[in-house]
């Protein structure tokens, strides 16, 4: 039986963006949000909180969460790899905060310049500020299907870095495949992993497309009842720490396989095509998303 709903959080703002070497202005950014929610997308990620040296195009975060017109129902969620983050996010009031962890050693260390166990010792207070101020904590988990720097992951090491950060408290665990390698029953396998700690409605899938397997990973979470998913609309993106990683499964391609699958979302596609329209259009390049493409053709 598939889930009879699902929640998409569109990444796009964050993620689709963070690697776009040309500038995108902020009010570019305010802009791409303010259409997403308009197609009906309730939950955002819109920026991140890391370091302007590291991650320049996310460097106008603060303004971006003070250019956004928040519409009540929608979530808005940034990243926040340490306090200095936290402390920079929490005036900006995010309803959710992200921490990202990795599953493979090296990748962490590229990623976030630490090991594994020193995320978790740096994410400890976060979670803990957050709670405080009423704020959700997801988790993320890179390279949970293969890392660009260890190759292969193991289910066991994914399952222990999820035990890691529910030791410290974060509320949701998103299985993220950085790199795009992963195939079904390998997503399935580490799945059930995630699934023996987190309840079923705090696991997401977070895929990339690099190798053409995203949607159909998804739907082999739906197999298992997950029923929440990161997508980026227009399918921007990319990790900077991950090299040749292309953006994330397109949130339109997602959705048109959710509507022909008759599973609630929310999402008006038309509209959300207007929203991957726009900004291709800033970027100066078309869509990487199929559907996006197919319906702006006809
Ligand atoms: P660091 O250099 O180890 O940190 O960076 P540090 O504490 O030693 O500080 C060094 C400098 O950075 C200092 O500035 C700090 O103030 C500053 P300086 O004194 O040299 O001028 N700094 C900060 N500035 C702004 N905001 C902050 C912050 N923290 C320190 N929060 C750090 C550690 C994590 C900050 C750094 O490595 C970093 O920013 N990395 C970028 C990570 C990133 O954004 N990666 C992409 C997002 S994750 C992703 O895409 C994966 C995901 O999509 C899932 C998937 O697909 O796998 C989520
Ligand atoms: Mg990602």
Redesign the pocket.
């Known amino acids: 039986h598939l889930p009879t709903h699902v929640t998409l959080v569109d990444?796009g703002p964050r993620?689709g963006l963070?690697n776009e070497k040309q500038p995108v202005s902020t009010e570019h950014k305010a802009t791409l949000v303010a259409m997403l929610q308009v197609a009906g997308l309730k939950e955002i990620e819109v920026t991140?909180?890391?370091?302007?040296?590291?991650?320049p195009q996310?460097a106008d975060n603060t303004a971006v969460m003070a250019a956004i017109e928040r519409k009540p129902g929608v979530r808005y969620s940034v990243?926040?790899?340490?306090m200095?983050?936290l402390e920079?996010a929490l005036p900006t009031k995010p309803d959710e905060i992200?921490v990202?962890a990795?599953a493979s050693e090296a990748f962490s260390q590229k990623?976030?310049?630490?090991s594994i166990a020193e995320s978790i010792e740096r994410f400890a207070p976060v979670v803990a500020a957050a709670h405080e101020a009423g704020i959700k904590v997801r988790g993320?988990?890179?390279?949970s299907l293969g890392c660009p720097y260890q190759g292969e992951v193991t289910p066991d090491e994914v399952e222990r870095v999820v035990l890691l950060m529910k030791s410290i408290g974060v509320d949701h665990m998103?299985i993220?495949?950085?790199i795009g390698v992963g195939t079904p029953k390998r997503v399935q396998a580490v799945m059930e992993r995630a699934l023996k700690h987190y309840p079923q409605v705090e696991v997401s899938g977070?895929f990339?497309d690099t190798y053409g397997q995203a949607l159909t990973n998804i739907y082999a979470c739906l197999e298992m009842g997950i029923h929440t998913f990161d997508a980026s609309v227009s399918g921007l993106g990319g990790?900077?720490?991950?090299k040749g990683?292309t953006g994330?499964v397109a949130t339109e391609d997602v959705l048109f396989m959710l509507n022909g699958l008759g599973i609630e979302t929310g999402i008006d596609i038309d509209k959300l095509v207007d929203a991957s329209a726009f900004i291709s259009q800033a970027l100066g390049r078309p869509p990487v998303a199929r559907v996006a493409r197919a319906l702006l053709a006809k």
Not at 140 to 143: F, K, P, Q, R, V
């Open positions: 990444v993620d963070q991140s909180f890391v370091s302007p040296k590291w991650v996310m990243l926040t790899p340490n200095k983050g920079a992200v990202f990795a990623n976030i310049n630490c993320a988990l890179s390279c998103g993220a495949d950085t977070h990339h990790c900077p720490y991950a990683a994330n």
